[in-house]
Structure formats: structure tokens, C-alpha cells
């Protein structure tokens, strides 16, 4: 029996099937970066720095989750580590993007908030979201470490970045599977540091 139940499955299958080629190119390309990153982020928390993360859209939705997976817990029981999404405020946000433009949205509050020793994660598909690359900016003019979620392309925000986590996909929703899917890894790399105390 054909029809749109048929073309439906298909559709599913394609997808699933170019998700696992995704992965498979991921498990070729980012074991390095993620080690170094998880090394970057754990050396930060125990210093008493702290995890800041932000992104337009989907990838804003992310550093919400990668922040919670952070100051609540990822798999287990344990001390709970200073993360924060700068996509979370709406007050906030509205007043910078208002007062000093979009481009500043991430900038100003790494300008307020981030310290030396802390971390700044971007989070972008194209890898060239002017607000996060600005925000990169700050960071390393203020002494944050970087790490970049990104997706193929987007070489001034990797030459921005102390870590490039390169998710090997041109489209934007693979881009975003790959990078929560990294960013779960991450979280199982960093967290049997901290034990519950």
C-alpha cells in the first residue's frame, strides 16, 4: 500500500541515515577537541571559574539545556557547577539589544559577567553569528577561555576559539543534534571530577 504513510517512512529513514553519517563522522573527528575542551572546563571549575553559553535560536535553546545539564546534573549525583545561559533573561537581553543593538546582546553581558579563568561557549550553525562572534571577542580580550560549537564553516569564530568542537554537517539541524549530542559527552567527560560531596 503506497501513499503518504510510504513516502512519510522514507522520509524518516533518510533522516536517520544521514544522522548516523553524521555520527560516524563525529566519532572520527572530535574525540581530540572534546578531551581538550572537557580539560579546559575542568581546570576552570576547579580554579572557581565559571561556564557561560550563548546562541541565537536553536542554539540558544541549547545553552539553556548545556547550562542546566551543568548547575543541576547530567548522569550523576554530584556538586552542582556555576553555568549560566546568556539567552535566559529577558529583561536583560531586550535592554541591550534596545540600548547598544543585537550585535551587543552577548558582549555586554561577558563584559559584565565574565571574569579571567572562566568559560565562553558559542554556539552557532553558521559560525558566523555576529553577536557570538563579538561576545568571543570580549572574552579573549578580558582573559575568558573559548570554546565554539560550530558546523563546517565559520573560520573567524574558530580563530576566535581555544577549542573548536566542529560538528562535521551543512544543515543547521544536524549542526544542532550534533551540538547538544557534544555537549552531553562533554558533561560525561567533566562530571565524575566532581563528586557529591
Do not use: W
Not at 572537557?38 to 576552570?44: E, I, M, Q, S
Not at 535553546?61 to 548522569?75: K, N, P, T, W
Not at 558582549?107 to 568571543?136: C, H, K, W, Y
Amino acid at each position: 500500500m503506497g501513499g503518504p504513510l510510504n513516502g512519510d517512512r522514507q522520509k524518516i529513514l533518510e533522516h536517520l541515515e544521514s544522522g548516523i553519517e553524521v555520527r560516524k563522522k563525529m566519532a572520527e573527528s572530535l574525540a581530540g577537541p572534546l578531551v581538550q575542551a572537557a580539560d579546559l572546563v575542568r581546570n576552570a571549575l576547579k580554579s572557581g571559574g565559571k561556564l557561560l553559553f550563548c546562541g541565537n535560536g536553536g542554539s540558544a535553546s541549547d545553552c539553556q539545556h548545556l547550562a542546566a545539564e551543568f548547575v543541576g546534573r547530567y548522569r550523576m549525583e554530584r556538586k552542582g557547577q556555576p553555568a549560566l545561559s546568556l539567552c535566559s533573561d529577558a529583561a536583560v537581553m531586550t535592554a541591550i539589544a534596545n540600548d547598544y543593538g543585537y550585535e551587543r546582546l552577548f558582549a555586554r553581558q561577558v563584559e559584565a559577567l565574565g571574569r579571567p579563568g572562566d568559560v565562553l561557549f558559542g554556539l552557532s550553525t553558521s559560525g558566523g553569528s555576529r553577536n557570538v562572534i563579538a561576545a568571543m571577542q570580549s572574552a579573549r580580550r578580558l582573559g575568558l577561555k573559548t570554546i565554539a560549537f560550530m558546523g563546517e564553516k565559520g573560520s573567524e569564530m574558530a580563530g576566535l576559539a581555544d577549542v573548536v568542537i566542529r560538528i562535521p554537517a551543512s544543515e543547521p539541524a544536524q549542526i544542532q543534534e550534533g551540538h547538544l549530542f557534544a555537549g552531553h559527552m562533554l558533561c560525561d567527560l567533566v562530571e565524575p571530577s566532581f563528586p557529591a560531596e
